[in-house]
């Protein structure tokens, strides 16, 4: 019985989240009983409150229960399929701070055209950190979520 209920509720949360990798408990009413916790427990039960009572759809359409209306409608898959298919490519750019993979990094993660040349130039300077071993699309997250100007892209990774 204890294995369908855990079914049952990771079918619900697929279903009613299928495109909130990153914000399955972001916002909603889910985020607030299960924040601080990690794991897929207690993602799963975020999402199914969220799914089950509407609130998360509620708080989005209203801007309520940590919700926003920014109309910013993100993937995370892109950048990280992206940064996985062009690792060298992107480790020689970055070692140079330009190039045409780090050019279209940029274009994927929707980096505007005024922040281009700090987002290179941030990449550049903290190249060991971004390739110091095969978790580049998280150190690259770190790195800009650091950088005031250049955090707001960090959400897209």
């Given at each position: 019985?204890?294995?369908?209920?855990?079914?049952?509720?990771?079918?619900?949360?697929?279903?009613?989240?299928?495109?909130?990798?990153?914000?399955?408990?972001?916002?909603?009413?889910?985020?607030?009983l299960?924040?601080?916790?990690?794991?897929?427990?207690?993602?799963?039960?975020?999402?199914?409150?969220?799914?089950?009572?509407?609130?998360?759809?509620?708080?989005?359409?209203?801007?309520?229960?940590?919700?926003?209306?920014?109309?910013?409608?993100?993937?995370?898959?892109?950048?990280?399929?992206?940064?996985?298919?062009?690792?060298?490519?992107?480790?020689?750019?970055?070692?140079?701070?330009?190039?045409?993979?780090?050019?279209?990094?940029?274009?994927?993660?929707?980096?505007?055209?005024?922040?281009?040349?700090?987002?290179?130039?941030?990449?550049?300077?903290?190249?060991?950190?971004?390739?110091?071993?095969?978790?580049?699309?998280?150190?690259?997250?770190?790195?800009?979520?650091?950088n005031?100007?250049?955090?707001?892209?960090a959400?897209?990774?």
């Open positions: 019985m204890k294995k369908i209920v855990i079914a049952a509720l990771v079918t619900l949360a697929a279903s009613s989240s299928m495109a909130a990798q990153n914000n399955i408990g972001s916002c909603g009413w889910g985020s607030k299960f924040e601080g916790k990690s794991g897929v427990v207690p993602q799963v039960l975020a999402v199914t409150t969220n799914g089950t009572s509407g609130n998360q759809t509620f708080g989005i359409s209203f801007g309520t229960s940590g919700c926003t209306q920014d109309g910013v409608v993100s993937s995370s898959w892109k950048t990280a399929m992206y940064i996985d298919g062009n690792r060298v490519a992107l480790a020689r750019d970055a070692a140079a701070g330009q190039g045409e993979s780090l050019s279209v990094l940029a274009d994927v993660m929707g980096v505007k055209e005024a922040d281009r040349a700090l987002f290179a130039s941030t990449i550049k300077a903290n190249f060991a950190t971004v390739f110091a071993n095969d978790q580049i699309a998280a150190n690259l997250k770190a790195v800009l979520a650091a005031e100007q250049l955090a707001g892209y959400a897209v990774i």
